[in-house]
């Protein structure tokens, strides 16, 4: 997977859709990109860009507008305040049709990396923020409190829905890459609604290999959770053996894996790969190393419900200070050695 580390705010333009209006408000300038504003955008951008909800995608076939304009800017063909006022416009359009969408601020930004440039699109959705009023009663003072919905995500907030669109080029495995996330709120008008892809972007989503590798440790640790419940010496030994596959290999078979935890067990080898076959969607895993080190950097053991251990994956793999010894009977000690210093938090 590309992992962006190097981003370059170039230009930036805001426009206003509110669903109470019946325009939209196009902005004529760009952002005057002052340091608290570009601090403010590069730390959404960033983030956005580290999410672990950001899919890679392709552009559908069908003609589409937000595919014709974000080409034309990156290669050249307009400028950056047009291409934006017609997305935003596009936006606008499908928010007016479908009636249930969101109002925002739609940000768009012209953006370097060390893969190349990129056209970003944000969609701030408003929060409600709270503020005072000041009337005057009787000749007297009277401070109240009230709700506000026009302000924007914070800088440690996450967006909801954003994209950052490549040039197209034939060797290109994608597109661009897309955060689509859905409201788990039933009461909410955009409840499992995915018009930013389909509708707006007119894209489709392809997993890369963050998305296969943590789809396959997350099958895996299912697996595990239920066909191993009461046996913490069969748990340890398959989560040590896959942790070595993850850190070791570039790429495996799931009936490898299987191969190398059950020998024999013939019967469990087949409902392990079915299994995890059926919820990663894969029978070959591309390791995604960058994922893997992160996931594993700091490792939280949940023990017999009652005690949780939080370890580095140091000090995980260091015998002389952290060792599992399995007992031979289901069970297996966890043995913290020679400690010279703790604290209670």
Not at 27 to 48: G, M, P, W
Not at 121 to 145: C, E, R, S
């Amino acid at each position: 997977m590309e992992y962006i580390n190097e981003v370059t705010i170039n230009e930036a333009i805001v426009h206003i859709l509110d669903n109470n209006s019946e325009e939209a408000i196009l902005n004529e300038y760009k952002l005057d990109l002052n340091e608290e504003v570009y601090t403010f955008l590069n730390k959404h951008i960033q983030k956005s860009l580290k999410d672990e909800e950001l899919k890679y995608a392709v552009f559908n076939k069908e003609k589409n507008i937000v595919k014709d304009i974000s080409q034309q800017f990156l290669y050249g063909e307009s400028a950056l305040l047009e291409a934006s006022k017609e997305l935003a416009q596009q936006m606008f359009l499908l928010m007016r049709s479908k009636g249930s969408i969101a109002s925002c601020d739609l940000i768009v930004v012209s953006i370097s990396t060390e893969y190349g440039p990129l056209l970003g699109i944000l969609k701030m959705d408003y929060i409600k923020n709270y503020v005072h009023t000041i009337d005057f009663i009787n000749n007297k003072i009277g401070v109240n409190i009230i709700p506000q919905f026009t302000g924007l995500p914070g800088s440690g907030q996450k967006l909801q829905k954003c994209a950052f669109i490549k040039p197209m080029k034939e060797e290109s495995s994608f597109n661009l890459m897309v955060i689509d996330k859905q409201t788990q709120n039933k009461n909410s008008e955009e409840y499992a609604s995915n018009y930013f892809i389909t509708n707006y972007l007119g894209c489709t989503v392809i997993e890369n290999e963050r998305d296969m590798t943590k789809n396959f440790v997350t099958a895996v640790e299912k697996w595990t959770r239920t066909n191993l419940k009461e046996n913490a010496e069969a748990q340890e030994m398959v989560r040590s053996t896959i942790k070595k596959k993850l850190s070791e290999e570039e790429k495996f078979e799931v009936k490898a894996v299987a191969e190398d935890l059950f020998k024999d067990k013939t019967e469990t080898k087949q409902n392990f790969v079915e299994f995890v076959k059926e919820q990663s969607g894969a029978e070959t895993i591309a390791v995604d190393r960058e994922w893997v080190e992160k996931k594993f950097k700091r490792i939280r053991l949940k023990i017999d419900k009652d005690i949780d251990l939080y370890i580095n994956e140091e000090a995980y793999k260091d015998n002389s200070r952290f060792e599992i010894v399995r007992n031979g009977d289901g069970t297996i000690s966890m043995i913290i050695k020679h400690v010279s210093n703790y604290i209670e938090k």
